[in-house]
């Protein structure tokens, strides 16, 4: 084989394995996760799986960053290994003299310029729709304390705790398992699972204020791409729309104190007809209250 063949085979090698590893990389988080899942699964090291736009555009972002980060890693590791093997001591024993080089100075600079820019327009589009919230269906306020979620629905007039169960045992015990099973839980959403769910409707824009009574919370829910913290005498506010009717997890994602990490969040999406009705059933057992969502349909 001619020197020159070799060298042109190794290049065409060098970019199918190059472009392979750009197309696992853009293709793997999206992939990763099993569909409906709405929570942490055995071995998952990548995202949920989204099922609203703001964490679908999440999930696009990060495939979109990854490409950009291994076109550069390719670029630069292939610079490097041309300039190890052509300007080697062996095959150029007398270096050039010259110092600046004007078009080269000004394309190093300019190009990451670019690549910067091309990076802000999505990710600037990203943090508005995150931040501004449409017109809600339902306003729901959820107040972190020390180490529980406590859901007021003020134009329903209903409150909730999202209490852990099992909280205080000591782990998985049968009496835990007896206590997930009769709130329909599986054995493996122990430590995500709460007595009383935060229940909203499918398609329904869900505003959600967040403050917290004591020290610093987070309200997290990996699948909606809501994560904002709760700060004490401050509100914050985040919302999404679910688009899949199941039960998602999330947790609080500070460190709040020694009880931190049994501080669970489950959010079930319903049905807007099965949502009138959880609300009408909650009513009944405090009083009074309207459901706007049903007013709307």
Known sequence: MRPAEGKRQSMTRF?????????????GPALATPEGAGKPIDTGHHFQTPVT????????????????MGVIVVFVTALLLMVVYKFNRKKNPTPASWTHNTVLEVAWTGIPVVILVVIAIPSMKLLFQQLDVPPADVVIKATGSQWAWTYDYPDEGISVDGIMIGQGS?????????????????????LLAT?????VPVDAVVHVLVTASDVIHAWTIPSFGSK?????????????????????????????????SYMPIVVEVVSIEDYDTWVLEQQAKGGEGTTRVAEKN
């Open 228 to 260: 904002i913290d709760a700060m004490p005498g401050r509100i914050n506010e985040t919302w999404f729309k679910a688009t899949e009717i199941g039960t998602y997890f999330g947790q609080c994602s500070e460190l709040c104190g020694k009880d931190h």
């Open 15 to 27: 970019k199918s394995m190059a472009l392979a590893a750009l197309m696992m990389m853009a293709a």
């Open 53 to 68: 736009a703001v964490m679908e555009n999440i999930v696009w972002l990060d495939n979109f960053l990854h490409i950009i």
């Open 195 to 199: 007595y009383d769910r935060v229940v």
């Open 170 to 190: 000591n782990g998985l015990t049968d009496e835990v398992k007896a206590e997930l099973k009769e709130a329909g839980y599986n054995d493996d959403e122990y």
